[in-house]
């Protein structure tokens, strides 16, 4: 069973900063893009940040220049979340995401959540 667990997140006070890291585990082929998602209260789920085997990224706009989105190539099977230059408005629970082929001979992968971690920016 492919299980995306994440780790670290917490309270920071505004201007700070924390480093998210989801790591898939279990049985499957490969994963393709994986990726950053957050839910504040009362808002929609969000992109926040997305990046390709090959390393392409792909960033909300509220987190360009702050957030940086990275993969663990050894392995291909991590995924970091570098926040920086935190604000009240990026509290929420940050959810991560990936596209995982389970078998090699499949044409489409399956899309995998984690279980969220929150994130409270606040002073």
């Known amino acids: 069973q492919v299980q995306l667990v994440e780790s670290g997140g917490g309270l920071v006070q505004p201007g700070g900063s924390l480093r998210l890291s989801c790591a898939a585990s279990?049985?499957?082929?490969?994963?393709?893009?994986m990726g950053w998602y957050r839910q504040a209260p009362g808002n929609q789920r969000e992109l926040v940040a997305t990046?390709?085997?090959?390393?392409?990224?792909?960033y909300a706009n509220s987190v360009k220049d702050r957030f940086t989105i990275s993969r663990d190539n050894a392995k291909n099977t991590v995924v970091y979340l570098q926040m920086n230059s935190l604000e009240p408005e990026d509290t929420a629970v940050y959810s991560c995401?990936?596209?995982?082929?389970?078998?090699?001979?499949?044409?489409?992968?399956?899309?995998?959540w984690g279980q969220g971690t929150q994130v409270t920016v606040s002073s």
């Open positions: 995401n990936a596209n995982i082929y389970i078998r090699p001979w499949d044409q489409t992968g399956r899309n995998y």
């Open positions: 279990g049985s499957f082929s490969r994963i393709n893009v």
């Open positions: 990046i390709t085997t090959s390393g392409n990224t792909n």
